[in-house]
């Protein structure tokens, strides 16, 4: 045998942040984590951010330059090496190189990429436009598929196929985009209809938003235009939801070799600096989620049973994070999922996979793992 046989090279990791979406900051917040997270003796990393305008670029592997300091979030423009020029990923199966190219240069190519963990949150990469990209190159990815990205994201359609598949979902009403611009009245009045049905207050949301970003608290019709101006500064499609009344429980699921399992709950607790878990209770003051929830053990198999079933019944992969309203009659209504949940240090996600004894490295090892060993395409 030779002395001189190489060593096979350790798999290439493409972890893709940043975005073009609102989530933009948390999504590079997340990257920091998972990049921090990353056994770099068994994986190579190749740190690729997306700007707020689209553009591809080689970053820098500083993780500590990825964190919200002092109330500022991050963006991928302070992070990329270059202003100009940007990274490409090929669309031919047969060729997995990644190539830098700049304005005056020839083309650097960076090596070739064996799996893309996607750090994105929101539309222009959770939303599966980036997984139909990395399908069409033939490169694997950490987490959920064309088809249940794009269903997880949208509000609407993600309660059509749960309710589909009988799972329990509160009442919510959708204002289409032609709806408003063809009569805003006629879409305030079914708003209106909807709350004399089912009462103050009301959630107006983003339809296909995260990180609780453009959704408001409307208490009485004085509040609802300003509400709805909001939400659609975000999406064009907009969902209204009933208050429902009971504690904010929270569920992981995670893809073992076999099958997917559910984690610990946990419990969001009644925020009292803000009229409900909005996105600076969430990441900016840190409000913190009670690990393993204190549901009793019935109530607790009942939440795992009901995740496992949204993350089959949207056909996910890799990880889902559920959310549920347990509510004062003891059952549960599932409110959402999240097929890429937040990784940042204070997330839920992580949290409860870590009270279920799955260590941060081991939880992001399992994923990059577990796509690794999937093919794109039909499966």
């Avoid at 669309?91 to 304005?103: M, S």
């Avoid at 960076?110 to 436009?129: K, S």
């Avoid at 992981?252 to 969001?268: K, Q, Y």
């Avoid at 198999?301 to 949204?310: G, H, T």
Wanted: hydrophobic letters at 40%.
């Amino acid at each position: 045998m030779s002395e001189n046989t190489q060593s096979p090279r350790k798999p290439r990791v493409a972890v893709v942040f940043g975005g073009r979406s609102s989530e933009h900051a948390i999504s590079v917040v997340t990257a920091g984590a998972v990049l921090s997270a990353i056994d770099r003796d068994k994986y190579d990393v190749l740190p690729i951010g997306i700007t707020t305008d689209g553009r591809w670029a080689l970053t820098a592997d500083a993780p500590e330059r990825m964190a919200i300091a002092d109330r500022k979030l991050p963006d991928v423009a302070e992070l990329a090496e270059s202003e100009q020029g940007g990274v490409v990923l090929s669309v031919d199966p047969a060729n997995r190189e990644v190539v830098l190219t700049e304005p005056g240069a020839v083309p650097k190519a960076l090596g070739e990429v064996d799996v893309v963990f996607p750090m994105l949150h929101g539309p222009y990469g959770e939303d599966g436009t980036l997984q139909g990209l990395l399908e069409l190159s033939g490169v694997p990815y950490v987490g959920a598929g064309v088809l249940a990205s794009a269903v997880g994201q949208d509000k609407e359609y993600m309660k059509r196929v749960f309710v589909s598949f009988g799972l329990p979902v509160g009442p919510y009403e959708v204002i289409r985009p032609r709806e408003w611009e063809q009569s805003p009245a006629a879409a305030r009045k079914k708003i209106v209809e909807f709350a004399a049905e089912h009462g103050w207050p009301l959630f107006v949301k983003p339809a296909r938003g995260g990180s609780s970003m453009g959704i408001t608290k409307v208490d009485d019709l004085s509040g609802l235009d300003e509400a709805i101006e909001e939400a659609r500064r975000h999406d064009p499609k907009i969902i209204v939801e009933a208050l429902l009344r009971g504690r904010e429980i929270e569920c992981g699921v995670l893809e073992f070799e076999d099958g997917p399992r559910a984690s610990v709950p946990a419990e969001i607790p009644p925020v009292t600096d803000h009229d409900f878990y909005d996105f600076e209770a969430k990441y900016i003051d840190s409000a913190s989620g009670i690990v393993p929830a204190p549901i009793g053990d019935e109530a607790t198999a009942e939440v795992q049973r009901l995740a496992v079933a949204a993350y089959e019944a949207v056909s996910c992969e890799g990880l889902v994070r559920a959310d549920f309203f347990l509510t004062e009659d003891g059952d549960f209504v599932i409110n959402e999922i999240n097929t890429m949940p937040g990784f940042t240090p204070i997330s839920m996600y992580p949290r409860m996979w870590q009270e279920s004894g799955v260590s941060y490295p081991e939880l992001v090892d399992r994923l990059i793992q577990a796509a690794l060993t999937r093919s794109t395409g039909l499966r």
